[in-house]
């Protein structure tokens, strides 16, 4: 009885290798080409301060046990003035922000999130707990 031989796993992956590589593996750029694309199109670098761009919520109890507790979050990164919402307001409310806090008060058990929102309106979420 004669066996049909399958190709090793070595046989196949130089096989796909070579399938996959032919139709673009012709030559490389040629130099002058290269040279003549980056004379057009220069390196630049920008050294940007990212931390604009980062919109945090901190500060502030994870965790409010009763109702009518109340705790304040802070505000950092992002573009101000900013403005503060919460997902439910039947949970929990803002009672009043300025510049870059904000006062949220548990209404009623249930988890509920604050909402951040730049003047870019750029978003970002914190979580508070409101156990039973």
Same mark, same amino acid.
Request: hydrophobic share 35%; with cysteine.
């Given at each position: ?14 096989a ?8 673009g593996?012709?030559?490389?750029p ?10 057009n ?7 940007e #301060?990212?931390?604009t /761009?980062?919109?945090?919520i901190? +500060?502030? @109890? *994870? !965790?409010?046990a009763? $109702?009518?507790?109340?705790? %304040?979050?802070k505000?950092?990164g ?21 510049? #870059?806090?904000?006062? /949220?008060?548990?209404?009623?058990? +249930?988890? @509920? *999130? !604050?909402?951040?929102? $730049?003047?870019?309106?750029? %978003? ?9």
């Open positions: 009885m004669k066996m049909a031989r399958l190709p090793g796993v070595l046989g196949l992956a130089t796909l290798a070579v399938f996959l590589c032919a139709p593996c012709e030559e490389g040629k130099e002058d080409e290269a040279t003549k694309y980056f004379e199109e220069p390196l630049t670098y920008t050294n #301060d990212i931390s /761009y980062t919109l945090k901190w +500060g502030g @109890n *994870t !965790i409010l009763t $109702d009518g507790q109340t705790t %304040v979050f505000a950092a992002g573009t101000p003035p900013y403005h503060w919402d919460v997902l439910d307001i039947s949970l929990g409310t803002i009672l009043e922000s300025d510049d #870059d806090s904000a006062v /949220y008060q548990r209404n009623a058990p +249930g988890d @509920n *999130t !604050i909402i951040l929102e $730049d003047d870019e309106g750029h %978003v970002t979420y914190f979580a508070v707990s409101q156990p039973l």
